[in-house]
């Protein structure tokens, strides 16, 4: 069983920036894919981040083109934990942001996950 519990989300202003974390526990972390999504009101959850694991300490991170640019995925295996940066936050970012992790051991489609945490709220203020 994974654990993922996010924190760091809050209300903003128009142009300020926070930093989401996700700590993982119960697996190897950095053996399988994690990401980033959020969820706005009434909309559908969007696909922000698609981080794989390349290396020891090292990830490669797929980064939407909506938030491209301002948002950065980051990752530290001492901590097993992810973070999303991000900047230049406009009230359209408004919404519940979720951390996921994959198990591993087969073939996912790209929006595929199998863990998700609890979600954290950001609000940003016009």
């Known amino acids: 069983q994974v654990q993922l519990v996010e924190s760091g989300g809050g209300l903003v202003q128009t142009g300020g920036s926070l930093r989401l974390s996700c700590a993982a526990s119960?697996?190897?972390?950095?053996?399988?894919?994690m990401g980033w999504f959020r969820q706005a009101p009434g909309k559908e959850r969007e696909l922000l981040v698609r981080?794989?694991?390349?290396?020891?300490?090292?990830?490669?991170?797929d980064t939407a083109d909506s938030v491209k640019g301002r948002f950065i995925a980051s990752a530290d295996n001492t901590k097993s934990t992810i973070y999303l940066q991000m900047n230049g936050l406009k009230p359209e970012d408004t919404a519940v942001y979720y951390c996921?992790?994959?198990?591993?051991?087969?073939?996912?489609?790209?929006?595929?996950?199998?863990?998700w945490g609890q979600g954290t709220q950001v609000t940003v203020s016009s």
């Open positions: 981080m794989t694991a390349t290396g020891v300490n090292s990830w490669k991170a």
């Open positions: 996921t992790a994959r198990s591993g051991g087969r073939n996912y489609g790209p929006y595929e996950f199998d863990y």
């Open positions: 119960g697996r190897t972390f950095g053996k399988s894919g």
